[in-house]
């Protein structure tokens, strides 16, 4: 038995002001014309039926997530009280497919990533999953890199622990944070190193095991969670052990630590989109290098990206920024500093005149 369970929770706050508190990034269409959940359960559908997708998400996006996937069953729509990062909803999915289905190969994907090549994606799917069913391990795809990008984490490749369908397995060496420009073209140039997609294959006894040994708390805490499953202490006790739970990332709580991971190497297309200038990498640019959407005039505009949601947006003389009208907000800053959007919006809920633009 095999069960994807999608992690929803996250708010996209670098994609302000599409992005907001009650319309997340995953619920936009950044790169197509469908949301990017929409794309994500779409993408994993011929492998994984409807009944057997779990969705993770924030509380409060129930009725926005049921009419992008109306084919996911309700009940597998299940909602954080807190965001506690991605170690609790991998955690929380782990024992909702474990009490379903005890020790399926649970396959954990972020809601929001652009991937091409939908088929080769499956069909190292298919490796990845058949490595978790064969071996008590801890499996993620890794993603060949195509530039030195400074904006991900990496996985450092050991040796090779065995191949299926012509596609590399490895043992990791290490996960490393994300570097700056000049070992991030070191690692690309050694070929030992691989982008880390954030996408991972176990059976549920063996995360649940990783965690019972690495994260003792998390792991109580899903124990209370697991018994109290189908009764009507269910959402009271998942809202008691969310609250007490800390903050901690799947990566950093569990991989980072365990020493029975593998990677599948993985050469499809993918971008995790983690900011406006990930645009520039997916859509395509006029022959001024410019990518634009709505109703956009300009003049002596070069290598911009321009967003218009709603009347018009004119430039004249601009080069490199990040324009993004909507109909109650407009962002304008400089592309190489897409990343503080992010800051940008912590400011902006901290102000209680302008903390409606967030929400």
């Known amino acids: 038995m095999v069960k994807a369970v999608i992690i929803a929770g996250g708010r996209g706050e670098r994609f302000w002001p599409k992005s907001r508190i009650k319309t997340p990034k995953q619920l ?7 949301s990017m959940i929409y794309e994500t359960v779409k993408r994993i559908s011929p492998l994984v039926k409807s009944r057997n997708i779990l969705i993770i998400a924030r509380k409060g996006l129930g009725p926005r997530i049921e009419n992008e996937i109306p084919k996911i069953p309700t009940k597998n729509i299940v909602f954080e009280p807190f965001g506690r990062d991605t170690a609790a909803a991998v955690g929380l999915g782990a024992i909702l497919v474990e ?6 190969v649970m396959v954990v994907l972020p809601a929001d990533h652009v991937i091409g090549e939908p088929r080769k994606f499956l069909k190292i799917l298919k490796v990845a999953i058949k490595t978790a069913q064969d071996t008590d391990s801890l499996v993620t795809m ?8 400074t904006g ?20 990791v060496r290490r996960f490393t944070e994300k570097p700056d420009r000049k070992k991030a073209l070191k690692f690309m140039k050694s070929g030992k190193y691989l982008w880390n997609s954030g996408m991972f294959i176990w059976r549920t006894s063996v995360i649940l095991e990783a965690m019972r040994k690495y994260m003792p708390k998390l792991y109580r805490g899903l124990l209370e969670i697991q018994k109290a499953l189908g009764t009507s202490k269910e959402k009271k006790v998942i809202e008691r052990v969310y609250k007490k739970l800390d903050k901690v990332s799947i990566d950093y709580g569990i991989m980072e630590k365990a020493k029975n991971t593998l990677v599948v190497k993985a050469d499809y297309l993918w971008d995790d989109v983690g900011n406006w200038q990930a645009l520039e990498r997916i859509l395509p640019k006029d022959k001024e290098g410019n990518i634009t959407k709505g109703e956009v ?3 002596d505009t070069r290598d911009s ?9 004119g430039t004249i003389g601009i ?5 993004i009208s909507t109909e109650d907000a407009t962002l304008i800053c400089p592309k190489d500093r897409a990343q503080e959007v992010k800051e940008l919006v912590h400011k902006l809920g901290k102000n209680p005149k302008l903390k409606k633009y967030t929400e």
């Open 28 to 34: 936009l269409p950044i790169a197509s014309k469908r």
């Open 99 to 104: 009490n379903e289905n005890p020790d399926s």
């Open 142 to 149: 890794g993603i060949m890199p195509t530039r030195p990008e």
């Open 152 to 171: 991900y984490g990496y996985i450092e490749m050991g040796l090779r622990f065995t191949v299926y369908g012509l596609r590399l397995v490895h043992r």
């Open 297 to 299: 005039s300009s003049l």
């Open 305 to 313: 990206i321009i967003l218009c949601g709603k009347g018009m947006v």
């Open 319 to 323: 080069k490199d920024l990040i324009i």
